[in-house]
Nanobody, 121 residues
Framework: QVQLVESGGGLVQPGGSLRLSCVASTSIFSINRMGWYRQAPGKERELVADITSGGSTNYADSVKGRFTISRDNAKNTVYLQMNSLKPEDTAVYHC???????????????WGQGTQVTVSS
């Protein structure tokens, strides 16, 4: 069973920075798109940023210029560098990966459990 394990969340003051990491816990044949989503209390889950296997990135308008997504394909890991954090960035951040577990297996969608990010003074 594939598990995506996130780390790096926490409490930070407005204007501060955090770096989230997400690693697939088992060996994977290939990973296509990887992304970060967030869900604030009372709101729907929204895409923050995603990145293809080739390195093409996509960001929500609300985080452009402040967040940077990157990945290390050799380590099956995706990162989210978050700078200039705002109180409205407070949410549970979830990692997502579209991956093929074995050669010729179908592509499936996996989610991490989430890591809390709180931006408050």
């Amino acid at each position: 069973q594939v598990q995506l394990v996130e780390s790096g969340g926490g409490l930070v003051q407005p204007g501060g920075s955090l770096r989230l990491s997400c690693v697939a816990s088992t060996s994977i044949f290939s990973i296509n798109r990887m992304g970060w989503y967030r869900q604030a209390p009372g709101k729907e889950r929204e895409l923050v940023a995603d990145i293809t296997s080739g390195g093409s990135t996509n960001y929500a308008d609300s985080v452009k210029g402040r967040f940077t997504i990157s990945r290390d394909n050799a380590k099956n890991t995706v990162y989210l560098q978050m700078n200039s954090l705002k109180p409205e960035d407070t949410a549970v951040y979830h990692c997502n990966a579209e991956l093929r577990r074995f050669f010729l297996s179908q592509i499936n969608d996996y989610w991490g459990q989430g890591t809390q990010v709180t931006v408050s003074s």
